[in-house]
């Protein structure tokens, strides 16, 4: 079993930046890609970025320029840095461990950005 503890979410101005960190631990054999997700209220969850084993990375295009995504593969920890944070990234951002077995989310951790 795999277990996902996410920190860093919050309430920030527009603008701002946050930073959301997601430490995997438990039988980890073999991790494949670790991204972020989040869902908006009465919206379907999307992927907002993800890295891959080799460092590769995808965004969705309306974070491009604005997040990036990072990964400790010592640590198990991937990471979301957040700048120019705008209203409409409010959701509750949840993060996704892909492995060779199967896959687990985190449990969630709310993002709220004031106009």
């Known amino acids: 079993q795999v277990q996902l503890v996410e920190s860093g979410g919050g309430l920030v101005q527009a603008g701002g930046s946050l930073r959301l960190s997601c430490a995997a631990s438990?039988?980890?054999?073999?991790?494949?890609?670790m991204g972020w997700y989040r869902q908006a209220p009465g919206k379907q969850r999307e992927l907002v970025a993800l890295?891959?084993?080799?460092?590769?990375?995808h965004y969705t295009d309306s974070v491009k320029g604005r997040f990036t995504i990072s990964r400790d593969n010592a640590k198990n920890t991937v990471y979301l840095q957040m700048n120019s944070l705008k209203p409409e990234d409010t959701a509750v951002y949840f993060c996704?461990?892909?492995?060779?077995?199967?896959?687990?989310w985190g449990q969630g951790t709310q993002v709220t950005v004031s106009s």
């Open positions: 438990g039988s980890i054999f073999s991790i494949i890609n």
């Open positions: 996704k461990v892909v492995t060779d077995f199967d896959d687990y």
């Open positions: 890295v891959t084993s080799s460092g590769m990375t």
